[in-house]
């Protein structure tokens, strides 16, 4: 079992910066991979990026590709997301999430992954 708690939401002005982080516990190997997703309201839960916990191989989605980076701690069991440039359209419920086996399926496809956080509110706003 694995345990993801989510950090460092909030709310922010356009233009501006956050960082979340999660923080992993439990019994685990390095095999594994993790990602962000978002889920804004009355839209459907999208991938946002995701790492290989063994390689560091990093994938973005198209949205917040060069304005968004997804990192590990040196222990692999701590995700962070550095949101740069932040939009409006960036506001959603975001959730870190776990996938035993670091490779199979689809990355961004949420059914893909076995274990995931409480989740976190970003808020952009003008």
């Known amino acids: 079992q694995v345990q993801l708690m989510e950090s460092g939401g909030g709310s922010v002005q356009a233009g501006g910066s956050l960082i979340l982080s999660c923080a992993a516990s439990?019994?685990?190997?390095?095999?594994?991979?993790m990602a962000w997703f978002r889920q804004a309201p009355g839209k459907e839960r999208e991938g946002v990026a995701v790492?290989?916990?063994?390689?560091?191989?990093?994938v973005y989605a198209e949205p917040v590709r060069g304005r968004f980076s997804i990192t590990q701690d040196n222990a692999g069991n701590t995700l962070f997301l550095q949101m740069n440039s932040l939009k409006l359209e960036d506001t959603a419920m975001y959730y870190c999430?776990?996938?035993?086996?670091?490779?199979?399926?689809?990355?961004?496809?949420?059914?893909?992954?076995?274990?995931w956080g409480q989740g976190i509110q970003v808020t952009v706003s003008s």
């Open positions: 999430a776990w996938r035993n086996g670091a490779y199979g399926g689809v990355w961004h496809d949420g059914r893909e992954y076995n274990f």
């Open positions: 790492i290989w916990m063994t390689t560091g191989t990093t």
């Open positions: 439990g019994s685990f190997t390095r095999d594994h991979r």
